[in-house]
């Protein structure tokens, strides 16, 4: 008698991979489970990796082992009949290379705002669940499903990605600081841009109080120039006799003088004279 087995792609047979993605990183864990409408116990269930069964896999126990690439499929062989089925193929992607975290804010100081941090992690992938860090890295401040968190403290920030169970984390972020401007460094910063508006004001002040003071000395100048070309001319005439301009001296000699003069040596002779006789 000859058996004849029947191989069939059932639609009742699924391969399931925990987590819901197809690429991994060293280190991470994955559960695979073959999903069948029937009955386990009229199935003999095997999963194939890169079509040779995975020994150390056992279908109704919940295991998760260290993912390694290849092409995955569930394969189920009925323990009564000659039939056998197949499950999909999954294609797992295990990447050599760890995932890069980075953690950006929307703003440096709060100010009475809310910041808001945004953890990326690339690759891009899917499932990840994001645990945020405020001040020391010994214990999450928050996680979060979505890869914002909405801020109002100052302090410095961490971010990091998880996912499957056991988690997988990736590494840290590089730190954010996010800073608040209080009251006080308010009134300083009023404080010290009014000094410098002041420190402008006195600065324009004392320029244009210096030009003003320079066109006055060079009006000043202009004057005294005008009131020495206007000189006296009885103090020019005492100025050149003072200091002995013969010129001006014979120059002020009339010819009535000189008739003066000379009528009074005749007499001084004719006195002279008498005297002697």
């Known amino acids: 008698m000859t058996l004849l087995c029947v191989m069939v792609q059932a639609e009742d047979l699924k391969l399931i991979v925990y987590p819901k993605v197809t690429r991994f990183y060293l280190g991470e ?3 695979f489970d073959c999903a069948i ?12 990796r890169n079509g040779s069964p995975a020994e150390w896999f056992t279908p109704w126990i919940v295991q998760f082992v260290p993912a390694e690439s290849g092409d995955y499929q569930c394969e189920a062989q009925s323990r009564f009949t000659n ?3 197949e499950s999909n193929v999954i294609s797992i992607n295990v990447s050599a290379i760890n995932p890069n975290v980075n953690l950006s804010a929307d703003a440096s100081v709060l100010a009475g705002r809310i910041v808001t941090l945004s953890c990326s992690v690339s690759p891009a992938s899917s499932r990840w669940k994001y645990y945020w860090y405020k001040d020391t890295l010994d214990t999450p401040l ?18 990091r990605g998880g996912r499957g169970s056991p988690v997988y984390l990736t590494h840290f972020s590089q730190p954010i600081s996010i800073q608040t401007i209080t009251p006080v460094s308010i009134g300083v910063v009023c404080v010290f841009v009014l000094l410098i508006l002041l420190a402008f004001i006195s600065l ?10 320079q066109e006055r000395n060079a009006e000043s100048g202009l004057e005294d120039d005008a009131q020495n070309d206007t000189v006296d001319p009885h103090q020019q005439l005492y100025s050149s006799l003072l200091h002995g301009d ?8 009339s ?13 001084y002779n004719n006195v002279t004279d008498d005297t002697s006789s």
């Open 246 to 253: 013969e010129n001006l001296y014979e120059a002020l000699r």
């Open 255 to 267: 010819p009535d003088n000189n008739d003066n003069d000379a009528g009074e040596t005749q007499d």
């Open 142 to 159: 928050r996680t979060t499903e979505e890869a914002e968190l909405k801020i109002s403290e100052r302090g410095r920030y961490w971010c």
């Open 204 to 213: 324009c002040w004392y320029k244009r109080t210096r030009e003003r003071h």
């Open 83 to 85: 039939v056998t089925k």
């Open 37 to 48: 409408d029937n009955s386990l116990l009229d199935w003999k269930i095997t999963l194939k």
């Open 29 to 31: 864990r994955i559960h």
